[in-house]
């Protein structure tokens, strides 16, 4: 029997567009290579290869039918086979990134790499953005990776469900999405949210191998004929959804995620459903792609509502946010951080080495940091086995270029050498940001006396600090955990010292026996070892500059902020808690990997004096607080720095109780912030977020506490009439503000149930030495200011991409002074008069397979954030032989996308902005680029000579990173 | 990647032939139509329709790859796309029988349709029997279905646990299998037993799609690659089979039942084992079939150890005999076997009349019959909706020519007919038989006064016997069961008579009103009720010929068995008890529709007089006996026949209390049977059974009840030094002997538990009248004879073939003599002067779609059964222009099949036995078939005229039929 599957769109009728798709996320339950070959089938059902394998006859033997697939990271290279354009038309990255956790940095960057390798191999621009499994939808997804990549239309499922029910009420679930205040309209998608989820409209609809949905049985010669009622049942689903949306046009998600792996089964359905139901003619249906879908709305002339802001928090149900995974698996949220700093750097000088003459490459490390941008990645909401796959891609992607992956946990053997045996320890700091910049950089060392000399020879300014007994029992028992063997050289101290470094470039120190350099460890200045006297009553005051931390001696408690210099004087207290996880004994709704769901709130208080020490020198004053035996504390003022620094070391939690425990640190002051908070969105846009409330809709309040929750990856803050506080994070957590002057950022989950959300796990991560496995111990830091009111956004923006960017450090040794006589000390990429301005960074800067090189730049500042940075800006290129502006992805020319970019026409004309300012197009001739607030310009560029007038200078010197070893700090 | 799977047979390897296979039932769980459309998923996950979607493009895309399937009855049709020889080589009928339940008829009926189907359609004839899922091997299966239709190879795979345990241990797997006494060496068949399954070698070589097998991981660039761990597993495996195999030659059937959804996943993962198992070089993999299996097996000159007799019962462990299935579903059983008479009897009128030139055809009926020997269908061991599927096509098939299927619950409204009213019932009896025959037929009619002419207008001896209350009620509550509405007649009476037939012939009698016929109800002899009356000590003597029952009036039972022609007199009881079905408490193996596990022996005691009732008459005396609110017997003695006959009525069985029963009838003798007693061979050879014995073995005893159970087609019997005592069966049951002196049939089972073999229900029937539903009750009879030692044979066999064959009653109605002298009142197909001879029954003659004859001639006798007829007999043909003779399929000529046959050498030339006695081939000239004791010889014929002789006198009065209506008595 053949069945007619050709029909099109047909006016006047509802048109059914069938889209048959899936995903396989690149690692959740199994890993991506698992999913790939289809192993570990008694973990889940799921085989990407049998998906592609049954999926190309399929098409092949009809072509009305289509298919849509997301996720190149687990497809790559297959449809080189055979293209069907429409298979690439939805996202194109690598994957279907996270859009709470991951850094918007990182989102382009996984974007971009999918985009481009489907231009290259296919000749093919994806124009939907399908973002559907998500669990929550950020502003930067909307306008920047969508918007700015040119996509005419973003797709997904899951918002809130008071949300859903209001927008089904009031057919406003295809809205324009206009996310960025800055860059208004000039920035916004239109967006279209799933009535129900992205699978098929009912449970009749499903047609996977063994699925249970009724089949069309239209084999007359057969018993169970039942061809009309199942058009009945397609008429009445497609009914039910035309009676929720606008224009004729509904589309059928017809799929789910795993699916197809006999793809067959699908379409013959789907065939016999097209070929009946359009026999029965009361709806239309069709094959179709979000793209023919789009087009067809697009086509309707309709005007649709506005939606600003984002789609934070998501809850499925009542008592069911999904705010837990904003901080699940800390480590590796933190170490996809690191990764993607050291990414961001690598590719830097990279690209001043020349990718063809060096073996490094960064290109592991680019496939490993896209793949875990994942949904079920850097979420944390996999599996524990996909979650090590996760990190060991990560860690074999850095490997191939470098050694010493653990100095994070005081880790580092070149530093660790004897210095005593009089050799030297050359230590190369490189600096990936724009701007010069001056930071500490702490070392660990064996010996006591030591000094440290700049590239010019001079001695400079350190301090010792010792290594606490805590520190070193979490280095010994991680060193074992992580590399098989416990370390045979015990470090005594952290040396810190001060290190300037210009824009784009590098600087050398060297430390040395201080005895062999010829000074006496007494030489004034050099290192200074204090520990605290505390008397009962007394305040104790820290820091060795303009910032001040007033502790209560008797409470070993931080009382009082301070800055003679702003003259801020806030009281200011700071505390743990944790709250009780859910065990699901209520309701089935624990908390778990996805879901928080608090069940009482316990304080932490801090064990008293025995368990606090304050280490005091000329750079910096350390307060160590033991606050119980399972968080510990180091508050860093720094004598050049107007912020606090916070190291926390949590774990194991201890859920010998049975309890799961969600450990938060609370940072309250006075200030009536009138439960309003801001919060980034992907690193990037500041919103506003009330306690409580919702713009888009009357929130029921069921959850007080996790559905305030918010993701952050840049930072959280508050402000009031006179100041604002501010506090900026490492890595993506979880933060709110529960109480008016407080705010809290939740730091490390340990949970004893499933959430039933798939996971099947519950939040569980050891650490395992031999036999021995206890809950994972997390480092991490967290940096607080106060600011005058409207004077906050420059710290929060420019130390922000400090954090983002931290310096690169490589070591070496040498006998007397021969690095120092044969290599360059200093340089620096930029001619020596120029910086960035302080309101654009380069995000990019990547030798392209062309030989090109991709360029982009980012104004880091919104409009109105800051009286002299909400400001066009503009950057000189120079030597540089041809640019071309792109889009985000780089897949296209920025004009070429400007051009067919479908205008979408917004409900009431009160609701239209002025057009938002933006940068000019480049002109050839002066190379300036402008960039407006908010604005990311991306460029791909060629240069006059055959590497570039960036690294110029280091290619004459190439021989210097041959014996380097880059580290990370 | 592509991979070699080129390889053949390498001499001196082990050779793994890997043989891809599956099979979908045809109804099991689901129907055979919701099997092959792949609906009604939520029971099972199973559509033939994506096998053969998926099959055809692996097996293109690879010439190399093998792929076996069986149950023509699911695939019909589809094969005609592409025709891969090899998807065809085994089994060929519509399903894979069941060896129990199934009569022999119906075995090769269903084998011949697919047989014949395959060898028009493609040209193939199949090699291989393949009967993997059957639960337990018939005699008939091996030396008819397999030896006799040229098959070179029987595999299967379910035999008792001990024995595959010292099989396995003495390398006996493969034997060379002479299961006929009579036909020796002559009628073998070399026999493979599955090590221990139909299904890969271990729990590590599944690929169904889902399945968690291990996957051959062989792409460098992934984590987790396995090549050398899997083909480590894989000699492994190869190395434990070839150690219990004789030869270098073992197979592994690749797959298991309802595979093969997606078939690549299966190809993909053997494609990789014989790539990499043959470069590793240790063993030889290779893709092939059991064809290619067999013909290397041959070729290594092997002899082979011998096997006689068959494989029951079967027990798949301890305590778990499935001997349940014998007995399951006896109304399904009785309804196959009355529809399988039925069919063999309107094929020859279907003959006589011309297939082309009416518009009844037996053909939907062939189809019904034939799925319904599935070995999941008429064995009882589906689930309830499949069941009905089946009946349902029976009764389709039937009433596409037929009306009136109730009869035997006394329902048929045809002889209902007031015949006050002046008109009068014609009953035209169709003899199917080859001898003339006469016998008691019985007709409900509503007066009092009627009478019964023969076709000469001669009024003939009748009896009327009252309809009793039990019978009536049941008749109204299944009359409104099955055709939704309660009868609006009540016949007061059975009126038999006795109705004498030429063979393959009809006679006509009249039945009218007896005044209006002019005689009074008082005619002598002409109908007679009594009523017995009883005194407290009598001994009531019952039966009006030779055979006389002796009742003990007292006790209500049967006391004795004497015949005053062949001078038995012998004690004789006849009882009811019930096994207690186990409920799975004590090891988790309750009783169920397959497994007969019992747990204690409960007596039913009569209730005594009141229940005990006489009827006699000059035809028959009826004993009616009520022997608990449940069973209800009528035992009938008839004039002219020394066999005692009783109909039972069993149910609803009661299981309010919880406790599932199995009722079972025994009959008690004196005899010595020396624990020996004999059952048929699918109702044709005797084996001898010996209680807690097997042959083959040492049997450890476990289960003492069921374990010495054996499926019942044709009878049961046993002997001592003076006389036989035999039961003849109306369908298929399961009987044993467990106490000498006694045989036992097992009648009717309801349970409460599931047996855990995959059904997943209780076998638990019931019948709902609208919304009320009690146990099912079934009907059926069996037939009592006990003659001198040696001359019993006579009887089982001849009237084994009236059971089989009963009259087909035709049913009219005439105003006067209008219809008498219309229409033809007697005939016989066969010359007046010839009959077949005692010792031969004509099984098949059916008009083939070519306008030949397919014609089965059988001798009745084996060997040494009968001093008379255990011999060579003939039979003449007559008008017949052409005779060929095929094999028993009628696929191929016999000679042809004889020639290329395979020829199995045995090991210890003492086994040999002389070579059996056979018909010589036909003399064209002569027309003469000769068969030797139990030889089955098959004819396609052809006749000078167009009709042939055996239908001219039909034909010439060919109006006779068109207004006839066909009835089953």
Known sequence: MMYNTSAGIVPGKINVHLVPHSHDDVGWLKTVDQYYVGSNNSIQVACVQNVLDSLIPALVADKNRKFIYVEQAITHGFFALLSFDFLLEINGGMCMHDEAAPHYIDMIDQTTLGHRYIKEQFNVTPRIGWQIDPFGHSAVQAYLLSAEVGFDFLFFARIDYQDRAKRINEKTLEVVWRASKSLGSS?????????????????????????????VQDDMNLFDYNVPERVNDFVSAAIAQANITRT???????GTDFKYQYAHTWFRQMDKFIHYVNQDGRVNALYSTPSMYIDAKYAANESWPLKTDDFFPYADRENAYWTGYFTSRPALKGYVRTMSAYYLAARQLEFFKGRNEVGLSTDSLADALALVQHHDAVSGTEKQHVADDYAKRLSIGYTEAEKCPLLNISYCPPSEVDLSSGKSLVVVVYNPLGWKREDIIRIPVINENVTVKDSKGKVIES????????????????????????????????????????????NTYIISSAKQAGYESSHSGMRTVYKSQISQNDTIEVGPGNLKLLYSGKRAKLMRYINSKTSVNKLLEQSYIYYRGDDGSKDLQPSGAYIFRPNGTYPIEPEGQLSFTILRGPLLDEVHQRINPWIYQVTRVYKGKDHAEIEFTVGPIPIDDGIGKEVVTQITSNMISNKTFYTDSSGRDFIERIRDYRKDWNLEVNQPIAGNYYPVNLGIYMKDNSSELSILVDRSVGGSSIAD???????HRRLVADDNRGVSEALNETVCVFDKCEGLTIIGKYYLRIDPVGEAAKWRRSFGQEIYSPFLLAFTEQDGDHWANSHLATYSAMDTTYVLPDNVALITLQELDSGKVLLRLAHLYEIEEDTDLSVMSSVELKKISKVTEMNLSANQERAVMEKKRLVWRVEGSSKEQPTAVRGSPVDPAKLVVELAPMEIRTFVIEFYSERGSFSDALYRRSNLRRKATFSLP
Chains 1, 2 share one sequence.
């Open 463 to 506: 301090q010792l600090l010792p290594l606490l007994k805590d520190s070193m029992s979490l280095r010994n028992s991680y060193s074992t955990a992580y590399l098989g063997k416990s370390t045979n050289v015990t470090p005594s101290y952290w040396l810190a010292f001060s290190a300037s470094v210009p824009p784009l470039g590098f």
């Open 187 to 215: 920035a916004q998608i239109m967006t279209g949210i799933s009535p129900k989820n992205y699978e098929p409209p009912s449970d009749n609809f499903y047609f996977e191998v063994g699925d249970t949905s009724p089949i």
């Open 248 to 254: 004729n046009h509904i589309m059928w998600t017809m």
């Open 741 to 747: 002057g407080q705010l809290e950022l939740m730091l």
